[in-house]
Structure formats: C-alpha cells, structure tokens
C-alpha cells in the first residue's frame, strides 16, 4: 500500500506510484503483476525507450518471472505469465485482447503528455474495463530536473520506507503540470532510446 493511499478520494484514469528507486519500481510492477494473475487478469508491462524494455527483461529473467514478449501472444497465448512490450506497438493487440481481463502497468511516462495522452486513449477505449498504473521513481531524470533530491530529503524526514510507493492523486496531478511544463520546452521533438538520452536532446534549460 503507497504512503499516501489513505488520502485517495476520486480514481483517476490512471493511477500513479511513486518509488524511491527505479529498482523498486520494477519490484513494485513484478508484484502487482503477479497478483493480477492471481487474480484471472493478464498483466501488460509496458515502456517508452528502448533501454527500459531492455531493463525489464533483464529484471524479469534475473527474477525467475514467466514472462513472453506481447509480440508472441498470437502463438503463445499461455496462462499465468507477464507479458510485456514497447508501449507503441501495444494498440496492435487490443483485438486480440479485448475480451480478456486485461491490467496495464507502465514502467515510467513518456515526457510528452499529449503523446502519452493519445495512446491512453486507443488502450482505454480498447480496454474499457482494465487498470492502468505508471510506476515511477525519483531517481527519473524528469525528478532529478525537478527537485526529486528534495522531495526524497522529505520524505526521509515523513519516515518512508525504501519498499513504499507514494500514490495520491494529487501526486499525479504534480508530475503531470510538470511534464506539461517540460512539453511548453519543446518545439521538434528528437527521438532517444532513454529517457536520459530523451532529456539531453529535447530539453536544455528548466
């Protein structure tokens, strides 16, 4: 349970958890991942950059995780495992998926919230009934633009533990007015393979 869960009042769209540490982050979606199959879901974990699919399959594989690629649902189609993909290429299963009780994790946001926004949309009217979480940490470099060393000092000195998310909607509502921010920054955007990569291209100054 995120520190803040108590505070929840209205369910977003998405739901926002928030993590000290990318690593994590990660425990955090294998988790939540695993109980979604526990409960007759089939969990989706989903990314942005390249080095983030690379990451999770690597944690997936070190942790022992059943997990398949979503670009082999077609043939596999197996139970109780994990799948996970690029976010993009994720509206090309939804007829495949969309009778099936589907929860959706994403392993980070994309900095552009329109971008973001528009995928959102095709995943949701496809899945109308699925869950979707972002999981986050302040480790991010979108955090580290603004001030996640501080937020993290705070945090220390309100007694948060290294396991717990933070997850509020008026935390959701703070990283999306700051990606809004980051967004009004850009004019062509230049595509990266990480995030990191993402920031140094596209945005200069905050």
Request: contains cysteine; hydrophobic residues 40%; aromatic residues 12%.
């Amino acid at each position: 349970m995120g520190l803040f869960s108590f505070l929840k009042s209205s369910k977003p769209a998405y739901t926002d958890r928030v993590w000290r540490t990318a690593d994590k982050a990660l425990v955090g979606i294998v988790t939540d991942a695993m109980l979604a199959i526990t409960r007759k879901q089939i969990p989706i974990v989903l990314c942005f950059f390249e080095d983030e699919f690379e990451q999770i399959t690597k944690f997936l594989t070190e942790k022992g995780v059943p997990a398949i690629p979503l670009k082999a649902y077609h043939t596999e189609k197996q139970p109780g495992v994990v799948w996970y993909a690029a976010a993009t290429s994720a509206p090309e299963y939804i007829s495949a998926l969309a009778s099936q009780p589907v929860t959706i994790l994403f392993y980070g946001h994309y900095p552009l919230p329109s971008k973001e926004n528009d995928l959102l949309q095709k995943l949701q009217t496809g899945f109308p009934s699925a869950s979707v979480v972002f999981y986050s940490s302040f480790d991010e470099p979108a955090f580290k633009l603004f001030g996640g060393e501080r937020l993290t000092s705070l945090l220390d000195s309100m007694g948060m533990k290294e396991d717990e998310a933070i997850e509020h909607k008026l935390v959701s509502a703070s990283m999306k007015r700051a990606r809004e921010k980051v967004e009004s920054m850009v004019r062509v955007e230049s595509p990266a393979t990480s995030e990191k990569e993402w920031f140094a291209k596209n945005v200069k100054s905050v």
